[in-house]
């Protein structure tokens, strides 16, 4: 008696292994994959280049109500003017080494007015660019914190390639709105202030940065806090005329 047939079992096949590379040129495949991900996430949103323009027209709007930058009691006997670029290192120099003993001395006391006015001197790349972030940092009611980041931080921005990220770094830092900061740097609209305020100082003689106009008289370069008070006790005690 035959007996009965029995289905045949194929054994499963052992797996081919993959070629010898195979899983490294994947592994290669998608560091790639997330590099340029990541090459384009950058490009979308990487801060927009931001360009002041130096020769603009000025109408009387653009001034109207603007001295400067003032810190300071309206009642101060003595006004100091400070011409200056953001990008100056002796302007830097006055602003962290001197700055601070002034207003703790002078300008707190209430003895003097402070009043600071852009003077971005040509070569000086980002000079203007810093004067016109400044102004959009007024616009918010912050500018002299920004003023001041922007000195405490003049030797990064000043040798960087592009200065716009940096500086809408430290808008952050300060507390401002950054959407709005952005709108006011790509409006360029403080352009004209700028101009206005370098016009100033070139009718008055200013020729460098840091320039000081204290009592008619300007003083170039940068002045110790015990000169500046000096001069300023001095043009205080002057009868008034």
């Excluded at 079992?9 to 010898?20: E, G």
């Excluded at 990008?87 to 002078?106: H, M, N, T, W, Y």
């Excluded at 990220?165 to 959407?179: I, K, N, P």
Aim: hydrophobic share 40%; proline share 6%; aromatic share 10%.
């Amino acid at each position: 008696m035959a007996s009965p047939s029995r289905v045949a079992t194929k054994k499963p096949s052992a797996k081919t292994p993959p070629p010898a590379g195979a899983g490294r040129f994947y592994l290669l495949l998608g560091g790639a994959a997330v590099i340029g991900i990541g090459i384009l996430a950058y490009l979308i949103f990487r801060p927009k280049e931001v360009s002041i323009p130096a020769d603009v027209s000025i109408l009387a709007s653009d001034t109207a109500g603007f001295r400067g930058y003032v810190m300071g009691s309206d009642s101060a006997k003595v006004e100091i003017s400070e011409y200056a670029d953001f990008q100056c290192p002796a302007c830097g120099s006055f602003e962290i080494l001197q700055f601070d003993v002034v207003k703790r001395q002078l300008i707190d006391s209430g003895l003097v007015r402070w009043r600071y006015r852009d003077f971005p001197l040509p070569q000086h790349k980002y000079s203007r660019l810093a004067a016109h972030a400044a102004a959009c940092a007024d616009d918010q009611g912050k500018y002299w914190p920004y003023h001041r980041a922007l000195y405490d931080n003049q030797g990064n921005w000043s040798f960087a390639g592009s200065a716009t990220g940096l500086f809408r770094t430290y808008a952050g830092q300060v507390g401002l709105d950054v959407a709005k900061y952005d709108a006011c740097m790509t409006s360029a609209k403080y352009a004209p202030r700028i101009k206005a305020s370098m016009d100033e100082g070139t009718k008055l003689g200013v020729a460098s940065t840091p320039t000081f106009l204290i009592a008619g008289r300007l003083y170039r370069g940068v002045l110790s806090s015990d000169t500046v008070a000096a001069i300023a006790r001095a043009a205080a005690a002057q009868p008034t005329q």
